[in-house]
């Protein structure tokens, strides 16, 4: 079986947000189309929200925007919700992430009643193949995928479904993707 894994795909990465990437409202626009017209031949879809209530560094003052970040995503507010273009999208789970942490790969997350965590429930759906996508290619999506790899998955990363934070960021995370074993697409 195979899973299309929808990283952080939330408001406050899209333009307008906290902590805005320049492609996050085109990225969300297209996936969107992707899940509505049957996910590109996956069986499952997931997505991964950052979900942060106390992510000490995380979060700073004067964040460099490498390894600290302006406030975003807090739990429950509207940053943390999904693009308004995925909110009505055929997602079957999502997974939290972030809660006391940075929290970048989706396989930190957990169902949001903290009862499930990304791996546990792809394996119960015998899933061993993911299509992963969303933001920021640089970061969450890059931590994302390579978690999968070391956890034995087979993946494919949609990068005209994927925004960075920056430009050079996001070809490099694609090259140690790639190198990692990732099929990029
Ligand atoms: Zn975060």
Redesign the pocket.
């Known amino acids: 079986m195979k899973a299309l894994v929808i990283v952080d795909t939330q408001n406050d990465f899209c333009p307008g947000g906290a902590l805005g990437t320049a492609d996050g409202d085109r990225v969300a626009a297209a996936i969107a189309e992707v899940v509505a017209r049957g996910a590109g031949g996956c069986e499952h879809v997931v997505a991964t929200q950052?979900w942060?209530i106390d992510?000490g560094s995380?979060f700073a003052e004067n964040p460099d925007f490498v390894h600290t970040?302006p406030v975003?995503?807090r739990a429950d507010t509207e940053g943390a919700a999904m693009h308004p273009a995925l909110a009505d999208a055929a997602v079957e789970e999502y997974f939290h992430k972030?809660q006391y942490d940075?929290?970048y790969s989706g396989f930190s997350g957990t169902t949001p009643d903290g009862g499930q965590d990304l791996e546990a429930w792809l394996r119960a759906h015998d899933v061993t193949q993911v299509d992963v996508c969303g933001i920021a290619t640089d970061f969450c999506v890059r931590a994302t995928a390579l978690d999968a790899l070391e956890r034995g998955f087979s993946v494919r990363v949609l990068t005209s479904l994927c925004s960075p934070v920056s430009e050079e960021g996001g070809a490099a995370a694609i090259e140690e993707m790639r190198a990692a074993g990732a099929e990029i697409i």
Request: proline content about 10%; charged content about 20%.
């Open positions: 950052d942060h992510p995380h970040w975003h995503c972030g940075d929290g």
